[in-house]
């Protein structure tokens, strides 16, 4: 290849594409990994009213409180607030209302069978946009105790003195 050649841009059409397949998060869980141990995770879409959509869209949503639970072969999603859209009429949802996770039976029955193992419980760690469809990533956790939850942040806080030392080492021209 020559040196002066230069790669194409993209058109106005495949510059749209790659944006809507891009993952755009609305809301991340981070106190779900403090208080507990992923041990596996799950990609699930969700069944949304129209107005649900809308907010999602304007980046409004918690997942603070949010668990999963699985009945009669279905899974749902409960204690996510998506606030109601400021410009809803009479159709307007109820914020904290229980959302339908949409995945496939197999995937259900293997989060049954490991939430019923003692400790274990379903919780919602990312919700996001992934080509135009709304989906949250479902995790299952076993929760930590108090004295591991010390020693995870005792050993971030290790982790970051030794990052401030090594760059302080390497900025005085030692390396």
Known sequence: MPKDWKKPKPSE???RKAESDAKKVIARNRRARHDYEIEQTW?????LMGTEVKAL???RASLVDGWVEVKDGEAWLYGVNIPMYSQGSWTNHTP???RKLLLHKTEIQRME???AAKGYTLVPLELYFL???AKVEVALGR???EWDKR???REAQDKREAQRAMSRYVRRGNA
């Open 143 to 145: 929760g930590k105790k």
């Open 57 to 59: 869209r304007m980046g």
């Open 43 to 47: 990609e699930a879409g969700l069944s």
């Open 151 to 153: 020693q995870a942040l």
């Open 96 to 98: 904290t209302r229980k």
């Open 13 to 15: 059409s495949e510059r």
């Open 113 to 115: 069978h490991k939430v």
């Open 131 to 133: 080509g135009g469809r």
